[in-house]
């Protein structure tokens, strides 16, 4: 750790959201929903709350939901 | 009340129907081939020491695996999404976890756990750095104070040694779920004790 954005990140890293999230399984179930609201241009954390706090926390979950969001994007495109 | 959309009942009806499923299926497994490629291209930084040949299976195996779970699961299907974008997140899914499983394949799972001695006593005093590396060094004293050995271990793989989450719960018997709650359940701890020593707002 040499900068301060990098400790600050490690300690997000430790200490995760700090704020009710859903769970791993939870967020598979959701995730699609997530997306289209998203994509569809609503608020999809006013209508399924704890899923941006476990985007947030957790990284494998997040990543998933880059790619899904990045991939229904594309394809509505073409 | 969910509706589901016309493209979304025309998908159930054709998996559905014996006359049309195979057909269906076929269909549907071309697009889980595209989502399962556009995944595995994301990652193929990842896969550098891997053959083109290997890679472009792991993107098929990964799209076969979707679509039986996707035709296993048919009925789960809500209509709260379009039913593609439903179908794509197993693809997707699959194509992840096996890039990461394959780009760790050989390699050893080292959980070096003398990283919190280090972060303990490493350097808090450099200007404004003074809070954060205060902040820092207290979770690195509470974390072998607070923590279970299986907690300390689970986050020290996850947030210090950058091991994917479906790699340790390969390596250790698990799912993703039950490791996530651990890692959840020792930053709750960890929060409360540095929130008792009133370093959290």
Redesign the interface.
Known sequence: MTTSNDRRALIDRLLGPGEPEVTCDECFELLDQYVDLEAGGDDPDARLPGMRAHLHGCPACREDHESLLEFVSLRSRT | MQVITDESQAWLRELRDPATREAAATRLHGLLLR?AR??VA?RRRSLAHVPAGDVDDLAMQAADDALISILAKLDTFGG???F???A??FA??EA?VKV?RRAWQGHEVKIDETVWTR?AT?DQS?G??LE??E??AA?AQAVPRCLTDHQRRV?TA???DGV???VLAQRLDTT??AL??T??DA?RR??AE?GEMGLLG
Request: glycine share 4%; proline share 2%.
């Open positions: 989502a556009f995944e994301r709260r999404s379009q593609t974008t439903w794509y997140k997707l899914l992840a990461r972060l490493s450099i404004d750095e954060t590396g902040l820092l979770i986050l996850l947030t210090l994917p989450v479906d993703r779920g996530y709650k890692l959840h930053r960890l929060r540095l």
